[in-house]
């Protein structure tokens, strides 16, 4: 409505002069050169506008004429872009498809339209991975990872090539110039804090967490660093004792649950005579996190007491969580040793209907202890050999005896978890797994624990033979040949995770050249 009523305005303003002009006629004469020009005012004017009229479509035709070869380079630059745009979004499609020859052939017509854009060359990798071809992979990566603008994208690619062969200083290598050009980068900085770990160089991993510590939110440090101390920790107990009382103490006061560090700190704590504090800190995690190595480690506070002195304060540990059964085979365990069978038996008398292999093993000892019959022991052994397998350190299928910060299999850090081992998922980096049936299955022996290898020598005096059908999960564990993901999905779907499976902290990037946008300038 406002620009209609300045349009009338104007051209009432036009009218207005227009008129005053014809009511006040004139004469207009011009004398040039001998030449004398006699006209009206508004002849005068309509000339001067036809003149500038004409001047100006002499101008636009001589500037169309100048400016053609430009203004036709930059049309078949624009369709050029056109062409490599579409070319593009169907051969990232193909490789997501996993259409060999589709993505082939628009990787060709990308190179070949616009073959230096940052997305050509990622169509170009992504292309040679789907075929197989491991060579022009790495060569696209390498060509990325010396351009500015897709240095990360290139380093990334060279890492997981690299993983792929198997070729681990490479790969550290190039984690190592991300992580230290972008330390944004999640993938990076996990992976040097992996090969760090895996390495046993604590002292490094601990300083590369707090470089990385922006990108992590608080509960993720602080467990990631108690992780890391207590690992350092065990690094250094044989050498410098107080050094690794301070790293378990600190490493406890980040992740009150983190039993290593809770036993680490309760047994440093002990030997330096503050029973007091060392109790407290078993007390914490026993009550979050009931644990045998917690049960073992209050046992030993103080290691001059009698068997029923220790019993007492276990039986006092056990009331913290009751119905628990890591409180029941630590008081039957301490009142074995003890001599107070008929406690030991009370303590273990609810878990009897169904027990467990330490339960079964612990009722033989029982029955050796307090009987001296064999006969009932052999078949409390038996039991064990058939029974429901304990809960273990485990770790992305790996049964461990003891805890390790990092998994072996994955190199992730904080893997292991106490629970019974094959009934959690197992958790590897697969894009395109075979079907399950066609995957073979490599069965491996578990380690076992001193228990077990004494119940399995005592079976085997006693000639029981079990059925390989009805042998316990604990026993060995299903470790699938998995096949390489044939294409790294450096594109992802926006709520897409990525090939580590993990979310990423998003953090504001710098605006990068190149993209859809440049393909059209």
Known sequence: MIRVVL???IVGALAVGVAWIADRPGDVVITWQGLRIETSLMVLGAAVLAAMVVLALIWSLIRAIVTSPFVLARFMRHRRGARAYEAISRGLIAVGAGDIAAARKHSAEVNRIAHHEPLALLLRAQSAQLAGDRDSAEQAFRTMAGRADTKALGLHGLFIEARRRNDLASAHAFAEEAARNTPTLGWAGRAVLEIRCATGDWA?????????????????????????????????????RDSAKNFALEAHKLAPTLVPAAALAGRLLAEGGQQRKASRVIDKAWRANPHPELAQAHTELRSGDAALDRLKRIEALAKKVPGHVEGALAT?????????????????????????????????????????????????????????????????GYVSDRWLPASPI???????????????????????????????????????????????????????ETPPSRRSAGQAQSKPDIKPEPVIPLVHAPDDPGPDGTEEIDVPAEPQTGGWRKIFE
């Open 410 to 464: 994955t190199g992730r850090l904080d893997a292991f978890e106490w629970r019974v081992p094959l009934t959690g998922t197992l958790s590897a980096p697969v894009i395109e797994p075979e079907p399950l049936a066609a995957a073979p299955v490599e069965i491996v022996a578990a380690p076992q624990r001193e228990s077990e290898t004494a119940a399995a020598e005592a079976a085997s005096a006693a000639t029981i």
């Open 7 to 9: 349009f009338l305005i």
């Open 332 to 396: 039957a365990r301490a009142a074995l040793h003890a001599q107070e069978f008929a406690k030991a038996r009370a303590a273990l008398a609810a878990y009897l209907q169904t027990p467990t292999k330490r339960i079964a093993l612990l009722m033989a000892e029982l029955e050796r202890a307090e009987k001296n019959d064999e006969g009932r022991a052999r078949e409390w052994v038996a039991r064990a050999l058939n029974a429901a397998p304990d809960p273990a350190w485990t770790a992305d």
């Open 204 to 240: 490094g991993a601990l300083h590369l967490l707090e470089r990385n510590r922006s990108t992590l939110d608080k509960a993720s440090y602080r467990r990631q660093r108690a992780v890391l101390l207590t690992a350092r920790a065990q690094s250094v107990e044989e050498t410098d």
